[in-house]
């Protein structure tokens, strides 16, 4: 492995731990306070969700978040969590136009809209350049079994 390939595999390494505990962090508050997410999916999709399916989609988004910093399963779990980030994004595009807005305290009410893009764009980096993810367990095993295992 050239220095170049291990600069590579650390930046990778550090861009999928980040982005996969940054989704921890917003799956395991699912299970924390799912009356929050009930709201929620209320508010922006005014569907109406049970908490055992709140608890379960909390759920599969852990188990996708440690695959993915792992590195297992590569292109399935960072790609899922890409989609699962991206829907998130689709729900809130006003924010996008208005980026400075301020609510009656100064404060900024549209700067998580503006995280989001740089979340998604850390998203797309890392799916593009899978191939040298070397750090992480499914590189290891492409290494040591072949290419045809899975990414």
Same mark, same amino acid.
């Given at each position: 492995?050239?220095? &170049? +390939?291990?600069? +590579?595999?650390?930046?990778?390494?550090?861009? =999928?731990?980040?982005?996969a505990w940054f989704m921890f962090l917003w799956a395991a508050h699912k299970l924390i306070t799912p009356k929050q997410y &009930? &709201?929620?999916?209320? $508010? !922006?999709?005014?569907?109406?969700?049970?908490?055992?399916?709140?608890?379960?989609?909390?759920?599969? &988004?852990?188990?996708?978040?440690?695959?993915?910093?792992?590195?297992?399963?590569?292109?399935?779990?960072?790609? %899922?969590?890409?989609?699962? $980030?991206?829907?998130?994004?689709?729900? =809130?595009?006003?924010?996008? !136009? +208005? @980026?400075?807005?301020?609510?009656?305290?100064? !404060? @900024?009410? $549209? =700067?998580?809209?503006?995280?989001?893009?740089?979340?998604?764009?850390?998203?797309? %980096?890392?799916?593009?350049?899978?191939?040298? +993810?070397?750090?992480?367990?499914?590189?290891?095993?492409?290494?040591?079994?072949?290419? =045809?295992?899975?990414?």
């Amino acid at each position: 492995m050239t220095s &170049q +390939d291990r600069r +590579d595999a650390a930046a990778l390494l550090v861009l =999928r731990l980040g982005l996969a505990w940054f989704m921890f962090l917003w799956a395991a508050h699912k299970l924390i306070t799912p009356k929050q997410y &009930q &709201q929620l999916a209320k $508010h !922006f999709d005014g569907v109406t969700v049970e908490i055992s399916q709140i608890y379960l989609a909390g759920s599969v &988004q852990i188990l996708l978040c440690l695959l993915a910093a792992l590195g297992i399963f590569r292109f399935a779990s960072y790609g %899922a969590l890409a989609l699962m $980030h991206f829907y998130t994004i689709t729900r =809130r595009w006003e924010g996008f !136009f +208005d @980026p400075f807005a301020l609510n009656g305290k100064g !404060f @900024p009410i $549209h =700067r998580n809209q503006v995280i989001d893009l740089a979340v998604m764009g850390a998203f797309v %980096a890392l799916l593009l350049m899978i191939a040298r +993810d070397h750090w992480s367990l499914g590189g290891w095993l492409r290494r040591r079994m072949g290419p =045809r295992w899975w990414q």
